[in-house]
């Protein structure tokens, strides 16, 4: 699951790489695309760094060929002596984004303690695993937490949103409902929520819960707060 969300996450961010391609790199793209269905579109294709290998991202997903574009390997590639997986490495790296781009304006925020470490979430208020990470962060302090309502599950979800958005008190009625279950009342105000599901669709995510840490990097699907604690902190050390 988490390999087509993130895979969906970074499809968008390699654009830009095109415009720098080599000679080289720009003819094994015309092999590659002249090779495959009409449709398929390469995104970019790079040296990877290793091998004598080019990365090629098409849809989304990297894969590798060789200099004259006469095999595509699918899969990650691991080093041996140290056991990373460059793949993912390079995955995480290209689904970066700038924290401070966020409109965070335009999610729902909650803080605790003295609020120093910070991240933010799109969820939905009918996801399951959403609602499992909500109670995770029920014992987390020293946070602040920006919540964007990103309903792309059911009808329903834009309903609870809206409800959320225009509460008195919107942290405590999106826990009221995330992790009590007590249902928001419904309610009439102007919300962001178009324009979040807009942003969302911007930066490729494709499943809730998705975070995204003040370094920019970003995990898709439920942690526990262990693992949230961990990455907090690396973020805040610059990895």
């Known amino acids: 699951m988490n ?27 015309k092999i590659i695309e002249a090779s495959m269905n009409k449709d ?56 970066q984004i700038r924290f401070s781009d966020l409109p965070l304006d335009m999610a729902v925020k909650q803080v605790r303690g003295n609020g120093k470490r910070v ?32 309903p792309i599950l059911t009808p329903d979800s834009a309903d609870k949103s809206k409800a959320i ?13 995330m992790v009590h279950g007590t249902e928001p009342v419904a309610a009439k105000c102007d919300t962001p929520t178009d324009k979040v599901v807009a942003l969302g669709r911007k930066l490729n995510i494709r499943g809730t819960p998705t975070i995204f840490f003040v370094d920019g990097s970003r995990v898709p699907g439920f942690i526990p707060a262990a693992q949230l604690e961990q990455s907090l902190t690396k973020a805040a050390s610059g990895g």
């Open 3 to 29: 390999k087509y969300l993130l895979a969906g996450a970074v499809a968008a961010l390699f654009a830009f790489a095109a415009c720098a391609e080599t000679a080289a790199e720009a003819d094994l793209r």
């Open 119 to 150: 991240f933010a979430t799109f969820e939905d208020p009918n996801c399951g695993f959403c609602k499992k990470l909500a109670k995770e962060m029920q014992g987390m302090t020293d946070v602040t937490i920006y919540t964007f309502l990103y």
């Open 165 to 177: 958005w225009c509460a008195k008190d919107q942290a405590k009625a999106w826990n009221d409902w």
């Open 40 to 95: 398929t579109k390469v995104d970019s294709v790079r040296e990877a760094g290793f091998l004598g290998l080019y990365e090629v991202i098409i849809g989304g997903e990297i894969v590798y060929t060789d200099r004259k574009g006469n095999y595509l390997l699918v899969g990650d590639v691991v080093e041996t002596k140290t056991h990373k997986n460059l793949t993912d490495e390079r995955k995480q790296k290209l689904s």
